[in-house]
């Protein structure tokens, strides 16, 4: 790799960390869990890396470490996307209703 | 031209996940988020396949990797409950740290002959942090499982010993840097990296598992940024950076939430709090204890209600009750809110998607920073298997461990009702002067039982039965 190309991806590396640190903030403490189920699966995309040390079948020994490494990112991927989104599946409004605004007659 | 169609792909699958997190950032669109993952990730793999250098054997091998993988991936998934989400999540930084480390192995035997200076040390880099995160998070898997003791382990010059371990590392990384052929130090550097993964968690206590989590987190995420480095793959790099960004984030909030510097969890520098423990407040008050049925009545008679939970809940399992509990209060017209401190359980959300999952609906959650300032206005609070975050030492004793750590002011509430099981410190082993307090009622018991009783007592069902 030339000096020039790891520069540029130095440049994409540090965007893209800015990007991301500027939306996770965002984030409410609320979807925290789901978020980190869901960046997992993200960075499960090592896998496109493992499929072409599979697929390209060079050597015995970088096969069987392409293999394990496509499985591993496999169960990531696929268990990942699935956590997240049974568990955003669960986050639900309060049904509607007038607001239950604290009223003091009510009660002594 | 191949190249170019993989590389717009790519873009196409990097602008899926920049929306994917953005689409994060609302209950609303959250959902959205995970379709905009899948999409992205799916154009990846297609890209990425497209490639004349896949050989027959290859493709074979490929769909039967990616057979085993889903198959496996998909009951990990769906059948995992939110109790053991901890564990299951840190199951998966070992999961894909393992893959990110692999690729980094082979590449370095496939290329080690032809390749840059650079290359081999970010390759030399990747490969170590692959390899720390995969055994350090397996650790974090069975503290959390309690298959391992969860207590901190910890031994004289530890931190030397851990800098020890990372510097003979670093020297063998600068080693191959100059000399690529030597290969009999590859393996060397593996398995410093896994010892090094270990030595990183064995000191760690449970309370610190929040914090722990996101940084492994973050460690996966940079190990999938490096190998994009390695492999000049932008796709890989911006995916990494966003993971590793998403990681920091949830450690720094953690950190901050129990007073605790950055840098003193970088460097694993954990458990020292527990060491200092020794005073604790010398006078103590009497503890007033309250059954269920008169923690009932007082509930009953309350306009407002703020339950406090914390990881005694999750242990408990006692959600579910939680939620009958204040369904039959809300009957009776109270108003029932949910005050969650961050570093709540042992991960960042970890009570939100608990009570999540007992149907609460989510707007009655709300964070330290929103309940806090009304907490005066609260006739009782119910604090359940919550100790340290509710502890007022942290506003004004200086000498306490945890002074400093922001709390829930349950203490300006009417009344404080503490569900415990006995009279134990918390995790930072000091006394909770909370308890001694004159508005506070104690009622002894496990949580699950005791809400249960309470939900019974407030819907007057037990009156219905024995009448």
Not at chain 2, 76 to 96: C, D, K, N, Q, Y
Not at chain 2, 124 to 145: D, R
Not at chain 2, 306 to 317: L, T
Request: hydrophobic letters at 50%.
């Amino acid at each position: 790799m030339s000096a020039n190309e790891t520069i540029t991806l130095l440049f994409v590396f540090v965007l893209a960390g800015f990007l991301g640190l500027e939306l996770i903030r965002k984030v409410p403490k609320l979807l925290h869990t789901p978020l980190m189920a869901l960046t997992n699966a993200l960075s499960a995309i090592s896998l496109v890396g493992s499929l072409v040390i599979l697929g390209e079948n060079q050597t015995t020994y970088s096969t069987i470490l392409g293999f394990v490494a496509v499985v591993a990112s496999t169960i990531n991927v696929v268990g990942g996307f699935l956590i997240t989104d049974k568990m955003l599946r669960m986050f639900r409004r309060a049904p509607a209703r007038p607001t239950p605004a604290p009223s003091e007659e009510a009660k002594p | 031209m191949r190249q170019h169609f993989v590389e717009l792909a790519y873009l196409v699958s990097v602008i899926g996940f920049a929306l994917s997190l953005k689409w994060m950032t609302a209950v609303t669109t959250a959902r959205r988020s995970v379709l905009a993952g899948e999409i992205a990730f799916a154009i990846a793999i297609i890209a990425t396949l497209v490639n004349p250098a896949i050989t027959g054997t290859g493709w074979f091998l490929i769909v039967i990797a990616l057979a085993v993988g889903t198959l496996i991936g998909i009951p990990l998934g769906l059948r995992v409950p939110m109790t053991a989400m901890p564990e299951r999540i840190a199951l998966s930084h070992a999961f894909g740290a393992l893959a990110a480390g692999l690729v980094g192995i082979a590449h370095y035997y496939l290329t080690y002959h032809s390749t840059t200076k650079f290359d081999t040390a970010v390759l030399g880099f990747e490969i170590v942090l692959g390899c720390l995160v995969f055994t350090g998070s397996l650790m974090a898997s069975g503290k959390l499982h309690e298959m391992l003791p969860q207590r901190p382990i910890v031994f004289p010059g530890q931190n030397y010993f851990n800098f020890a371990v990372l510097g003979v590392a670093l020297a063998i990384i600068i080693v191959l840097v100059f000399s690529p052929s030597t290969t009999w130090l590859v393996p060397i550097l593996i398995a410093l990296g896994l010892v090094f993964g270990v030595l990183l968690i064995i000191p760690i206590g449970g309370a610190d598992m929040p914090t722990v989590i996101a940084l492994l987190n973050s460690y996966a995420g940079l190990s999938a940024a490096a190998l994009g480095f390695v492999l000049d793959n932008k796709l890989l790099i911006v995916a990494g950076a966003l993971d590793g960004a998403s990681g920091l984030i949830l450690a720094i909030i953690m950190c901050r939430a129990m007073n605790r510097s950055f840098r003193n969890v970088l460097f694993g520098a954990f458990g020292q709090i527990e060491e200092s423990v020794a005073e604790s407040g010398g006078e103590h008050g009497n503890v007033r204890s309250a059954s269920p049925d008169e923690a009932a009545e007082i509930m009953k008679m309350a306009r407002s209600v703020v339950i406090v939970p914390g990881y005694g809940m999750a242990v408990a399992q006692a959600q579910h009750k939680v939620r009958e509990l204040a369904d039959a209060l809300e009957k009776e017209g109270v108003d029932v809110r949910y005050a969650i401190h961050p570093v709540a359980g042992r991960m960042p959300g970890h009570m939100n998607v608990l009570l999540a999952e007992a149907n609460v609906p989510y707007d009655k959650l709300l964070d330290m920073d929103e309940i806090n300032p009304e907490f005066p206005q609260v006739d009782v609070v119910l604090v359940l298997g919550a100790n340290d975050v509710v502890n007022p030492a942290a506003r004004h004793s200086k000498g306490s461990p945890i002074y400093g750590m922001p709390i829930l002011n349950v203490d300006q509430a009417q009344t404080v009702m503490v569900v415990k099981r006995s009279m134990r410190a918390g995790f930072a082993g000091i006394e909770n002067e909370l308890f001694f307090n004159p508005k506070t009622l104690m009622i002894f018991g496990d949580a699950k039982q005791v809400v249960g009783e309470l939900a019974i007592e407030v819907s007057g069902q037990r009156d219905a039965i024995s009448h």
